[in-house]
């Protein structure tokens, strides 16, 4: 079958507006007094400790039951969400001050929600808040988001429920604070004091040898049950001190292939289909011309950036001539019109034009695979015998290619790029993997050539954690970090520490485009698309109010009710 008959199979009929909610009702599909709701999620995490990677499955999982300091609502705007009042400049809860040097830093203060505890009845204290700050920097622990808080340096405790931040630059993200999970030193102190090894940490953590306890947990639900990647169940956390859950009991089933998920929705075996991570958008499409009666759908743009990241420790794809020959070889509009209807924007940088960040002037690569083979041929390669490209040292262009098993449209893509690059002389034999594996092992290792998935993003979020050399996963580091494709360019290095220490969000906006400019020059990844979420809801399951890329739906989950 030709690679285009592949992707064909799966247009469907266009909506008219992307950002549209379509309901429809069925009396005979109404229901109320449901008391528990099961979630289907395409993907396991690795681990539910907040401080070990970076995953979506995690993050959607741990809302239900933790919450970072703060971050953004549902417009995308900062907002507490352990803290009592946002602090910002103008209320006099940050200021800017003075530092040695002639330097400026800022001073920001925190005070958490009246009655927070973890659900074993043991309040959240600012101590919690200091034991989580040293945790996440200890370099012997290896956090993902050390990066994101090295620039916090001190933590002045004023009383059981305030605090102050000591920061030392000016920070646009001073009271966002997205990556700051909160951990409860009452449980994971003692384990921490009494290892020999700081860096079996993780290993020895309660979030993985007594996920239950519910000393581990602060959200609107707590977690009962957890049979590592299959299924994880929650009922309401009764010490949680704002608007109670709704639902009493959820339980989310973590099924790795999208087909046998549609399958196990169709059947009534899960009630709905989480929309981060659950149908891709042709599955939503289908679902909805054949059954739109039945459910209630929503379509949301969003931010998150599907892409192809290229392993620059590979001497053949640090050649830049190599990368752009890839990219040239893709034809990017087919891909998303034939598999997603055109519903889905084709990605020039890792900015979605949705974002404020967004530059419109960035470079093209338009399909070109004429442009594509000059490209190779003069970084010496020619058509082998078998028509896969070679130089005079006998290096064959030929490359593994992974993405995660078991998800339907990223399969079709990986055939499309396939295609695509025998076509012009390089070889892509795919290697897959579960998620957990992909994303927790493989590419922050290394051990990949090139890996298509995707980025969820937050609006404006700086691009320290998947740009910065520091990121860049080692052994030094534990192997944290996001930065998987290895790209180290200090003037990128420069312009994201400005883009961080720049309050103006006008004056912002020319770093932002500088960094693209460096992304689209140097090309660490193959943009491919920005992607839409799709909700796939049952009739009688309400307050579920797609985000998009402002926060998963868990973050507002007591807001869920069955009518």
Not at 94 to 118: H, P, Q
Not at 264 to 271: A, K, R, S
Request: hydrophobic share 40%; with cysteine.
């Amino acid at each position: 079958m030709r690679s285009a008959d592949l992707l064909g199979w799966a247009r469907q009929a266009g909506l008219t507006c992307l950002i549209a909610v379509f309901a429809w009702s069925s009396a005979a599909l109404a229901a109320s007094g449901h008391d528990e709701l099961i979630i289907g999620l395409r993907q396991a995490p690795p681990s539910l400790n907040p401080l070990q990677g970076s995953t979506g499955s995690r993050s959607y999982l741990n809302a239900m039951s933790l919450r970072t300091l703060a971050g953004p609502d549902k417009a995308g705007r900062p907002a507490c969400y352990l803290c009592e009042t946002l602090p910002t400049l103008e209320n006099g809860g940050a200021r800017i001050v003075d530092l040695d040097g002639g330097r400026k830093g800022m001073e920001v203060s925190f005070t958490l929600k009246r009655g927070l505890s973890w659900a074993d009845g043991v309040p959240v204290t600012s101590s919690d808040i200091v034991f989580s700050w040293h945790l996440a920097r200890d370099p012997m622990i290896g956090a993902a988001n050390a990066e994101t808080l090295r620039h916090i340096v001190d933590i002045t405790i004023v009383d059981p429920r305030t605090f102050v931040l000591h920061i030392d630059q000016i920070d646009y993200g001073y009271n966002r604070q997205v990556t700051f999970w909160v951990l409860p030193e009452h449980i994971e102190g003692p384990i921490l004091a009494g290892l020999a090894d700081r860096g079996d940490y993780f290993n020895r953590s309660a979030y993985a040898t007594d996920p239950t306890n519910p000393g581990l947990w602060l959200g609107p639900y707590r977690l009962i049950g957890y049979d590592p990647g299959q299924s994880a169940r929650y009922d309401r956390n009764p010490y949680w001190p704002g608007p109670a859950a709704h639902i009493p009991r959820i339980t989310v089933r973590m099924i790795e292939n999208t087909a046998a998920l549609e399958a196990d929705f169709m059947t009534g075996t899960i009630d709905y289909v989480a929309g981060e991570l659950g149908l891709t958008v042709d599955q939503g499409l289908e679902l909805k011309a054949r059954r739109a009666y039945s459910f209630d759908f929503a379509i949301q743009a969003g931010l998150v950036y599907t892409h192809v990241d290229v392993n620059l420790d590979n001497p053949l794809l640090a050649d830049l001539r190599i990368r752009h020959a890839l990219l040239l070889a893709i034809d990017r509009p087919t891909i998303t019109h034939r598999l997603f209807d055109g519903l889905l924007p084709v990605a020039d940088g890792f900015v979605a034009p949705t974002d404020q960040g967004f530059d419109p002037d960035l470079p093209k690569y338009p399909y070109d695979p004429i442009a594509a083979g000059k490209l190779l041929a003069e970084a010496g390669f020619k058509p082998g015998a078998d028509g896969i490209r070679v130089d005079a040292k006998g290096r064959r262009l030929a490359f593994t290619l992974a993405t995660t098993t078991g998800n339907r449209a990223r399969e079709l893509i990986e055939q499309e790029l396939q295609a695509k690059w025998r076509a012009v002389g390089i070889l892509a034999t795919p290697a897959n993997d579960t998620a957990s594996i992909l994303l927790g092992d493989r590419l922050p290792h290394g051990t990949y050539d090139l890996a298509l998935y995707s980025w969820t993003n937050v609006p404006e979020n700086p691009p320290n954690y998947t740009l910065l050399s520091a990121s860049i996963p080692t052994a030094a580091n534990d192997f944290v970090g996001g930065n998987f494709p290895r790209y180290a360019d200090p003037e990128t290095d420069r312009l994201i520490g400005a883009l961080m220490m720049e309050l103006d969000p006008d004056r912002r906006k020319p770093i932002w485009a500088r960094i693209q400019e460096a992304y689209a020059r140097d090309l660490p990844a193959l943009p491919l698309y920005f992607e839409s979420t799709v909700f796939v809801m049952p009739i009688w399951l309400k307050g579920i109010d797609p985000s998009g890329h402002f926060g998963d739906t868990t973050q507002w989950v007591e807001e869920w009710r069955a009518d």
